[in-house]
């Protein structure tokens, strides 16, 4: 099974949400170019990015940006690769953005088209940011809407046979206010509730289930089967200090919770440093950890033991561990034609993925030493590399 990237405008609207929240709304961004490139590796995926990104001001009060982004996908993580099953797809986005300045609010709003073999989703975002107080404040109101069709590719992955499967659709809205608290500290709240309805299952996965007319030590699989709704609030606060030295540290807490089930710790700690005018080196760290839902069963007792049924691993109780670098450089100080001035970014990211109630069954069965339900709990490590350059104009 590929990775979900179904729904990924929403993230990327609130990211943008977040950014804007913290930097406030008075002065629009430079005109820009960016030409982006992205490698993940693990659990058995290998998902390559790139990415092309254009904004342009057209007046001190109004903006467009337009990006183009593809991603690669190869392989299959470990739930459906016990099914023999192997995914090579292509995901291909675009998307549309507008801003405009109105004395102290900013209005945004963008439109988001992605689209892989076997799913559809089309996105509507709506943000606007109101400085007060002085500039110290800024609050900010978004909301999405995405329309998603989802299909199931029934063929190989070289000879595609889609068999489109039904309709979901998701709304989210977004508030949020940051603060100046000193001239060296800044803190920020966010709230996000979002709203699902439709097939919210992923059509590749399977729960698995004990079957006495099976071979003994083996199990049977059947389709999932999840609510057809599903609403989830998540609420962020963080602070960004800045030290003497030009440097910078930050924190962040987020904790999410749904109707199913799912409660979910998030925090981060960043730090920043320039090096004489040329350099910014940033780390993070950060720790993630959630429970199962409600539904959720890495073995069920027979088929149909209940209503909702799934054993997909993003439901599952499980923690990660992330370690980040990245480097800034800045070169072109004098520009060049019509260049002010240049970047070039690297990222490295190295995730550890452990679950708690997911177990690996590629290698299974009395044959191999377990029993169905004793098997390893699954973990896995990935890395993720990154590269853009930026080109300001």
Not at 275 to 290: A, P
Not at 336 to 353: L, Y
């Amino acid at each position: 099974m590929k990775p979900s990237f179904r729904n990924l405008a929403r993230p990327v609207a609130t990211a943008a949400l977040l950014i804007v929240g913290v930097a406030g709304a008075a002065v629009l961004p430079d005109d820009r170019a960016d030409i982006f490139y992205s490698d993940y590796k693990g659990g058995g995926m290998d998902i390559k990015g790139e990415s092309v990104l254009v904004r342009k001001k057209f007046s001190e009060q109004f903006a467009v940006e337009a990006n183009y982004f593809v991603d690669k996908v190869s392989g299959a993580s470990v739930d459906v690769l016990s099914q023999a099953s192997v995914i090579k797809d292509e995901r291909k986005q675009k998307s549309i953005s507008l801003d405009y300045i109105h004395d102290k609010t900013q209005y945004n709003l963008s439109y988001t088209n992605s689209t892989e073999r076997d799913y559809i989703s089309n996105t509507t975002h709506f943000s606007l940011s109101q400085d007060m107080f002085g500039d110290l404040t800024t609050v900010t109101l978004g909301f999405t809407d995405s329309r998603n069709k989802v299909g199931k590719n029934v063929g190989s992955p070289f000879q595609p046979d889609v068999l489109w499967l039904g309709h979901a659709t998701s709304r989210s809205f977004q508030a949020g206010v940051s603060q100046v608290v000193t001239k060296d500290l800044i803190s920020g709240v966010t709230l996000e509730v979002i709203t699902d309805q439709g097939l919210l299952s992923n059509p590749y996965r399977y729960i698995r289930y004990l079957d006495p007319t099976a071979r003994i030590g083996y199990t049977a699989v059947q389709q999932q089967i999840y609510p057809n709704t599903h609403t989830s609030t998540a609420v962020e606060g963080r602070v960004k200090y800045f030290l003497p030295y030009r440097a910078a540290v930050s924190a962040s807490y987020r904790y999410f919770d749904d109707t199913w089930g799912i409660r979910a710790h998030t925090a981060e700690l960043g730090y920043t440093q320039p090096v004489s005018n040329l350099w910014i080196l940033e780390g993070r760290l950060r720790y993630y950890t959630q429970n199962h839902a409600t539904f959720y069963s890495d073995l069920f007792p027979f088929a149909g033991s209940q209503n909702f049924e799934a054993r997909d691993q993003n439901l599952a109780a499980s923690s990660n561990y992330t370690i980040g670098l990245k480097a800034t450089y800045a070169f072109l100080p004098d520009g060049w034609k019509i260049f002010k001035r240049g970047t070039v970014t690297g990222d490295v990211s190295r995730i550890r993925f452990k679950y708690n109630d997911f177990r690996d069954i590629r290698d299974y069965g009395i044959d191999n030493g377990y029993n169905p339900g004793a098997e390893p709990l699954y973990k896995f490590d990935a890395t993720i590399y990154q590269i853009y350059l930026s080109m300001f104009f």
